[in-house]
């Protein structure tokens, strides 16, 4: 496992969440309502964030905006 990975992984994994919001015949539809509604997900790299860190920024529909740096610890 990379950083990279997980990054993307989650992104993945985030992205389906916000598609499947309303969607009565996702199943994930169920987990995507136990968050506020998220606007967008980027990768620092997407969004030009200056670390040499994975990470994602993640958007809710609000303006709440929030930064998930991955670090490996071993």
Do not use: C, H, W
Request: hydrophobic share 40%; proline share 3%.
């Amino acid at each position: 496992m990379t950083d990279r990975k997980l990054q993307d992984g989650l992104k993945e994994i985030l992205l389906a969440l916000i598609n499947a919001r309303g969607d009565e015949d996702d199943e994930v539809a169920e987990l995507a309502e136990l968050l506020p509604p998220i606007e967008s997900v980027a990768t620092y790299a997407e969004e030009g964030v200056l670390t040499t860190d994975k990470g994602l920024i993640i958007e809710f529909e609000d303006g709440t905006a929030f930064q998930v740096t991955i670090i490996r610890s071993r």
